[in-house]
């Protein structure tokens, strides 16, 4: 059974920084790209950032800059740095392992095949 289990997520204050984890299990993803989402009460899901099976990585205009995704294939992790977070940046962030293998960053949700439960982010002013 394939599963996803985000952590790392909490509550820091504007300019903070946090780092979420997402641990894959039940399956090497190594071969697939693997992405980070949120979603923010009353929006709907958007893409943050993703990481190609070749480490091309691709990020969403409002966190270029401050997010750097990156993944450890032996521990079947991938991370999301997040520094100088804004309190738009507020949200349940959920990491997503990607269906096809060998292509580049997924950016759309109906690329992704697997999905974690999401940990929330809050980020205070």
């Known amino acids: 059974q394939v599963q996803l289990v985000e952590s790392g997520g909490g509550l820091v204050q504007a300019g903070g920084s946090l780092r979420l984890s997402c641990a894959a299990s039940?399956?090497?993803?190594?071969?697939?790209?693997m992405g980070w989402f949120r979603q923010a009460p009353g929006k709907e899901r958007e893409f943050v950032a993703a990481?190609?099976?070749?480490?091309?990585?691709s990020y969403r205009d409002s966190v270029k800059g401050r997010f750097t995704i990156s993944r450890d294939n032996l521990k079947n992790t991938v991370y999301l740095q997040m520094n100088s977070l804004e309190p738009e940046d507020r949200a349940v962030y959920y990491c997503a392992a990607g269906t096809r293998a060998y292509t580049n960053t997924p950016v759309y949700p109906d690329e992704y095949e697997y999905w974690g439960q999401g940990t929330q982010v809050a980020v205070s002013s």
């Open positions: 039940g399956r090497n993803f190594r071969r697939n790209g």
């Open positions: 990481v190609s099976w070749s480490d091309n990585t």
